[in-house]
C-alpha cells in the first residue's frame, strides 16, 4: 500500500514539473510627450508590491520587459513633473502546453506623458488606462475592449477640461506679459509709482512668479538710495546757506564800524564797544546756529544707517555682523534703547544657537549611522508629490538633499530642509 502511494506522489510530483509553465510573455512600447519620443522616463514591472524590473528611456523613448508566466503585473509609466499612468497585464488563464515559441509578444504603439495642469483632477489615472490578458478564442493576448471603451470616455472628459485650462492660463499668459510690459517701460522711465501699480498688478495674476517680485524689491532699494541722496542734498545745501549767511553777516560787520566813525563822530567810544559786542554775539550766535545745523543731520544720519545695516544683517539672520552694527549705532546715539534690545535678543539668540548645534550634532551622527558613505539615492512618492532624495555622507558631514517634483507640474530642491537651487543640488550630489 505504502509503496502505490509512494509511486503515486512521484507521478504527480513529475507530472506538474512536466506541465510547469517557464514562458515569458515580451512586452513593450514607446514614451511619448507632446508626440515625441520622450527620454528619461521610467518604466516600472510590480507584481503586488514587489518590483520586478525597471528600465529608463533614451531617446527613442521605448522600454522592453519580459513578463513572466501566471501573474498579475502592473506597469507604471511615470517621469519626474509629469503624470503617471498604470497598465495591467495577466499572465494568468494560459494553457500549460505554451512556449516561448507561441508568443511573438505584445507591443503597445505608444503611452504619452504630460505636464500636469493646476486645478485638474487627474484622479481617473491611479487606475490602470488598459487590461491586457490572455484570450482563449483568438488564443493570444489582446486587450480587454470594454475596459478599454469605459477608460476612453473618461480620459475624453479630462482632455476637455485640460483644453479649457489650457485656455484660461493663455489669457493669464497674456494679462500677466501685458502687467509686466507695462510695468518694465516704467521702470526704464524711472516712473516708480507707475511701476509698482503694473508690477503688483503682474503678482495678482500670477502670485508665484518672482520676477516682479524682485523688481518691486529693487524699485523700494533706488527709492531709499534717492531719500537718501535728496536729504544729503538739502543738508548740504543748508551748510553752504549758513557758510554764506555767516560770511555775509561778517563782511557787513567790518563794513559797519568805519563808515559810521567816517559818517559822523557822535558815537560814543563806549556805544561802539557795545555795537562790536552786539556784533560779535550776533556773529556767535550764527556761528552757533550753523553748527548745530550741520552736525545733528549728521548724527541723525549716521544713526539711521548705522541702524538699517544692523536691522538688514538681523532678519538675515546674521547675528555676530548685527551685534557689531548695533554697537556702532550707540556709539552715535549712546542710550540708544531700541539697538540695546535688539543686542538683548541677539545674545538670546546665538546661546540658543549652541544648543541647535548639538542637536545638528546628534542628527548628522543618525545619518552616517544609518547611511553608507557616498551618496544614496532614494525616492519617496506622496501624495502630489515624487521625492527624489539623496543623502551624501562623508568623513565630516552628512546632509539630506531633496528633489520634489509636485503634481501640479513644481520642482523644488532642498537641502536639510533649506531651499537651494538646481544646480547646488547637482554639484553637491554628484558622486
Avoid at 488606462?129 to 478599454?148: A, H, M, R, W
Avoid at 538710495?225 to 536729504?231: C, R, T, V
Avoid at 531651499?419 to 558622486?431: D, G, H, K, L, W
Amino acid at each position: 500500500m505504502k509503496y502505490n502511494i509512494l509511486i503515486l506522489f512521484v507521478f504527480v510530483f513529475f507530472s506538474i514539473q512536466s506541465f510547469s509553465q517557464n514562458w515569458t510573455l515580451p512586452f513593450s512600447s514607446t514614451i511619448e510627450k507632446s508626440e515625441k519620443k520622450l527620454a528619461g522616463a521610467t518604466a516600472t514591472l510590480m507584481k503586488g508590491a514587489k518590483q520586478i524590473a525597471q528600465a529608463i528611456t533614451s531617446e527613442d523613448g521605448v522600454f522592453k520587459f519580459k513578463i513572466p508566466a501566471d501573474g498579475d503585473f502592473t506597469i507604471i509609466v511615470t517621469k519626474i513633473g509629469h503624470c503617471t499612468k498604470k497598465l495591467e497585464v495577466s499572465t494568468k488563464g494560459v494553457p500549460a502546453d505554451k512556449s516561448n515559441d507561441d508568443f511573438a509578444g505584445f507591443n503597445i504603439e505608444s503611452i504619452s506623458l504630460f505636464e500636469p495642469l493646476p486645478d485638474i483632477d487627474y484622479s481617473i489615472l491611479n487606475q490602470a488606462l488598459v487590461k491586457v490578458s490572455y484570450n482563449p478564442k483568438s488564443d493570444n493576448f489582446d486587450y480587454d475592449e470594454t475596459y478599454s471603451n469605459q477608460m476612453l470616455g473618461a480620459l475624453k472628459k479630462l482632455k476637455q477640461l485640460e483644453l479649457a485650462a489650457i485656455k484660461g492660463q493663455k489669457e493669464i499668459e497674456v494679462n500677466y506679459l501685458s502687467a509686466i510690459k507695462s510695468a518694465d517701460k516704467a521702470f526704464k522711465k524711472k516712473d516708480w509709482i507707475t511701476a509698482k501699480t503694473s508690477y503688483n498688478e503682474a503678482i495678482k495674476v500670477k502670485p508665484t512668479e518672482l520676477y516682479p517680485k524682485n523688481q518691486l524689491l529693487q524699485i523700494d532699494v533706488i527709492i531709499k538710495e534717492q531719500d537718501a541722496l535728496n536729504k544729503k542734498s538739502e543738508a548740504d545745501k543748508l551748510t553752504e546757506e549758513v557758510k554764506k549767511e555767516t560770511a555775509n553777516n561778517k563782511a557787513n560787520l567790518e563794513k559797519l564800524s568805519p563808515e559810521k566813525i567816517e559818517v559822523t563822530n557822535k558815537v560814543t567810544t563806549e556805544n561802539a564797544k557795545k555795537e562790536n559786542s552786539a556784533s560779535k554775539s550776533s556773529i556767535d550766535n550764527i556761528n552757533e546756529k550753523a553748527e548745530k545745523n550741520i552736525l545733528q543731520p549728521l548724527v541723525l544720519d549716521q544713526y539711521k544707517v548705522a541702524k538699517e545695516k544692523a536691522d538688514a544683517l538681523f532678519l538675515a539672520k546674521k547675528y555676530q555682523e548685527a551685534r557689531t552694527a548695533y554697537e556702532d549705532a550707540l556709539i552715535v546715539k549712546a542710550g540708544d534703547l531700541y539697538s540695546k534690545g535688539r543686542l538683548a535678543d541677539i545674545e538670546k539668540i546665538l546661546k540658543s544657537d549652541y544648543a541647535t548645534a548639538a542637536n545638528i550634532d546628534f542628527k548628522q551622527k543618525l545619518l552616517r549611522d544609518k547611511y553608507s558613505p557616498g551618496v544614496t539615492e532614494e525616492t519617496i512618492v506622496g501624495k502630489g508629490v515624487v521625492i527624489l532624495q539623496r543623502v551624501v555622507v562623508k568623513s565630516d558631514y552628512a546632509y539630506v538633499y531633496q528633489k520634489k517634483s509636485f503634481s501640479w507640474g513644481g520642482i523644488s530642491y532642498f537641502r536639510d530642509s533649506k531651499a537651494i537651487t538646481e544646480s547646488t543640488f547637482e554639484q553637491e550630489t554628484n558622486p
